[in-house]
């Protein structure tokens, strides 16, 4: 997969709402990466897109570049066809195959945008302990996460999975991923990391990471 690919796919696996019959869009209220996914989608498929305001939050409406007839879909609709997942909710995404063939360098690019959408790096503070992390990836999608899970561990990052239920609003669960400890943490921060304002700590925690004495 290109750069843009493994890029563009990351950000709509984590944060697009990419369904039949809607207009395909991309939330976020992080301005680092409305810009990247809009890059992204006017290299690969000329698309412009259209930014609007909700809230503390802006929709990036990606709409075809050009008119949708019969047998003529748009241009995302055909991408993912061809990387051989679907278009439906959040709970039921998961990652395509071209993904695992990828090399080192290209997992950790497309985990490195993956995180910034649902992903959390934050500061960790216990009493009578050094300040460490709190790392995870969080996603409806059980099989995403154990993906996710997967992807790490090819990269010589262990993490522990943990299901549990979700009482923000309507019920549902949510399936997490736990980078732990000071020596996967630091592995996670120099390998991966996150663009936009969830990796704007990334240089603090390293160095004070590089403090804890390991068990």
Not at 78 to 103: A, C, D, M, Q, Y
Not at 154 to 175: N, P, V
Request: hydrophobic share 35%; charged share 25%; proline share 5%.
């Amino acid at each position: 997969l290109k750069e843009d690919e493994l890029i563009l796919l990351a950000h709509l696996l984590g944060d697009g709402c990419i369904l039949p019959h809607q207009p395909f869009h991309y939330t976020s209220a992080d301005e680092t990466n409305l810009k990247i996914v809009q890059k992204a989608a006017y290299r690969l498929f000329k698309i412009n897109s259209r930014l609007v305001k909700q809230e503390n939050w802006f929709h990036l409406y990606l709409p075809s570049p050009y008119p949708l007839t019969r047998g003529r879909f748009h241009p995302i609709t055909k991408w993912f066809r061809e990387l051989g997942i679907e278009l439906v909710h959040s709970g039921e995404k998961r990652i395509p195959e071209k993904v695992f063939n990828s090399t080192e360098e290209d997992i950790a690019l497309f985990l490195k945008h993956l995180w910034s959408t649902d992903g959390n790096i934050s500061w960790k503070y216990l009493k009578d302990r050094k300040p460490s992390g709190a790392i995870y990836y969080s996603s409806s999608s059980e099989l995403l996460a154990r993906q996710v899970q997967h992807l790490l561990l090819r990269l010589g990052i262990q993490t522990t999975f943990l299901g549990r239920e979700d009482k923000r609003g309507k019920y549902r669960k949510m399936s997490l991923i736990y980078v732990q400890g000071a020596f996967s943490q630091l592995k996670f921060l120099e390998k991966v990391g996150s663009v936009g304002s969830r990796g704007e700590i990334i240089p603090k925690l390293i160095t004070k990471l590089k403090e804890i004495e390991p068990n």
